[in-house]
Nanobody
Framework: QVQLMESGGESVQPGGSLRLSCAAS????????MAWFRQGSRNERDRVAV???????TYAFSVEGRFTISRDNSNNTLYLQMTDLKPEDTAMYYC????????????????WGQGTQVTVSS
Protein backbone atom coordinates (compact mmCIF):
# COMPACT_ATOMS: atom_id res chain seq x y z
CA GLN A 1 0.00 0.00 0.00
CA VAL A 2 1.30 3.43 -0.89
CA GLN A 3 2.03 5.88 1.95
CA LEU A 4 1.69 9.63 1.38
CA MET A 5 3.18 12.66 3.11
CA GLU A 6 2.34 16.26 2.22
CA SER A 7 4.56 19.31 2.69
CA GLY A 8 4.82 22.91 1.59
CA GLY A 9 1.90 24.48 3.40
CA GLU A 10 2.45 27.86 5.06
CA SER A 11 0.92 31.27 5.62
CA VAL A 12 0.85 33.59 2.61
CA GLN A 13 -0.76 36.87 1.65
CA PRO A 14 -3.64 37.09 -0.83
CA GLY A 15 -2.33 36.96 -4.38
CA GLY A 16 0.63 34.85 -3.37
CA SER A 17 1.73 31.44 -4.60
CA LEU A 18 2.66 28.13 -3.03
CA ARG A 19 3.66 24.70 -4.24
CA LEU A 20 2.54 21.71 -2.22
CA SER A 21 4.31 18.38 -2.47
CA CYS A 22 3.09 14.88 -1.72
CA ALA A 23 5.90 12.36 -1.35
CA ALA A 24 4.91 8.74 -1.82
CA SER A 25 6.60 5.62 -0.47
CA UNK A 26 5.89 1.93 -0.47
CA UNK A 27 4.68 1.88 -4.07
CA UNK A 28 5.12 4.02 -7.14
CA UNK A 29 2.39 6.56 -7.87
CA UNK A 30 2.61 5.78 -11.57
CA UNK A 31 0.03 3.06 -11.03
CA UNK A 32 -2.43 5.33 -9.25
CA UNK A 33 -4.72 8.20 -10.03
CA MET A 34 -3.87 10.95 -7.58
CA ALA A 35 -5.77 13.87 -6.15
CA TRP A 36 -5.61 16.86 -3.85
CA PHE A 37 -8.40 17.59 -1.42
CA ARG A 38 -8.88 20.39 1.08
CA GLN A 39 -10.82 20.81 4.29
CA GLY A 40 -11.55 24.35 5.39
CA SER A 41 -13.82 26.19 7.78
CA ARG A 42 -16.92 24.32 6.56
CA ASN A 43 -15.18 21.15 7.78
CA GLU A 44 -16.03 19.31 4.58
CA ARG A 45 -13.28 17.62 2.56
CA ASP A 46 -13.60 18.88 -1.00
CA ARG A 47 -11.76 17.56 -4.01
CA VAL A 48 -9.52 20.19 -5.60
CA ALA A 49 -7.78 18.42 -8.48
CA VAL A 50 -7.23 14.97 -9.97
CA UNK A 51 -4.32 13.58 -11.98
CA UNK A 52 -5.06 10.47 -14.01
CA UNK A 53 -3.38 8.38 -16.68
CA UNK A 54 -2.26 9.89 -19.95
CA UNK A 55 -1.94 13.37 -18.49
CA UNK A 56 -5.60 13.60 -17.56
CA UNK A 57 -6.40 16.38 -15.09
CA THR A 58 -9.56 17.90 -13.72
CA TYR A 59 -10.13 20.75 -11.28
CA ALA A 60 -12.77 22.13 -9.01
CA PHE A 61 -14.39 25.21 -10.52
CA SER A 62 -13.16 27.36 -7.64
CA VAL A 63 -9.49 26.71 -8.48
CA GLU A 64 -9.64 26.31 -12.28
CA GLY A 65 -6.98 28.50 -13.88
CA ARG A 66 -5.18 29.15 -10.59
CA PHE A 67 -4.05 25.70 -9.44
CA THR A 68 -2.10 23.09 -11.38
CA ILE A 69 -1.73 19.45 -10.40
CA SER A 70 1.31 17.59 -11.66
CA ARG A 71 3.34 14.52 -10.86
CA ASP A 72 6.94 13.39 -11.12
CA ASN A 73 6.73 9.63 -11.31
CA SER A 74 10.53 9.29 -11.25
CA ASN A 75 10.61 11.05 -7.85
CA ASN A 76 7.34 9.46 -6.78
CA THR A 77 5.92 12.88 -5.93
CA LEU A 78 2.65 14.69 -6.60
CA TYR A 79 2.51 18.49 -6.70
CA LEU A 80 -0.07 21.22 -6.47
CA GLN A 81 1.05 24.62 -7.76
CA MET A 82 -1.24 27.30 -6.37
CA THR A 83 -1.26 30.87 -7.66
CA ASP A 84 -3.38 33.98 -6.98
CA LEU A 85 -4.27 32.58 -3.60
CA LYS A 86 -7.40 33.88 -1.90
CA PRO A 87 -8.49 33.81 1.75
CA GLU A 88 -11.10 31.20 0.83
CA ASP A 89 -8.26 28.85 -0.18
CA THR A 90 -7.32 28.60 3.50
CA ALA A 91 -7.58 24.92 4.44
CA MET A 92 -5.77 21.75 5.33
CA TYR A 93 -4.69 20.17 2.06
CA TYR A 94 -4.50 16.42 1.62
CA CYS A 95 -3.24 14.19 -1.15
CA UNK A 96 -4.85 10.87 -1.91
CA UNK A 97 -4.36 7.85 -4.15
CA UNK A 98 -6.97 5.84 -6.03
CA UNK A 99 -6.57 2.56 -7.91
CA UNK A 100 -8.21 3.83 -11.09
CA UNK A 101 -9.38 7.09 -12.60
CA UNK A 102 -12.97 5.95 -12.24
CA UNK A 103 -12.38 5.36 -8.55
CA UNK A 104 -10.75 8.77 -8.22
CA UNK A 105 -13.70 10.51 -9.85
CA UNK A 106 -16.18 8.79 -7.53
CA UNK A 107 -13.96 9.67 -4.54
CA UNK A 108 -12.96 6.09 -3.76
CA UNK A 109 -9.42 6.53 -2.41
CA UNK A 110 -7.22 3.88 -0.80
CA UNK A 111 -4.53 6.07 0.76
CA TRP A 112 -4.42 9.53 2.34
CA GLY A 113 -1.70 11.76 3.69
CA GLN A 114 -1.82 13.59 7.02
CA GLY A 115 -2.31 17.03 5.47
CA THR A 116 -0.47 20.33 5.24
CA GLN A 117 -1.98 23.65 6.34
CA VAL A 118 -2.33 26.57 3.94
CA THR A 119 -3.39 29.91 5.39
CA VAL A 120 -4.09 32.90 3.16
CA SER A 121 -4.38 36.13 5.11
CA SER A 122 -3.21 39.71 5.02
Amino acid sequence: QVQLMESGGESVQPGGSLRLSCAASGETISGYSMAWFRQGSRNERDRVAVSGPGGYTTYAFSVEGRFTISRDNSNNTLYLQMTDLKPEDTAMYYCAAARTLAAALRNDYVAWGQGTQVTVSS
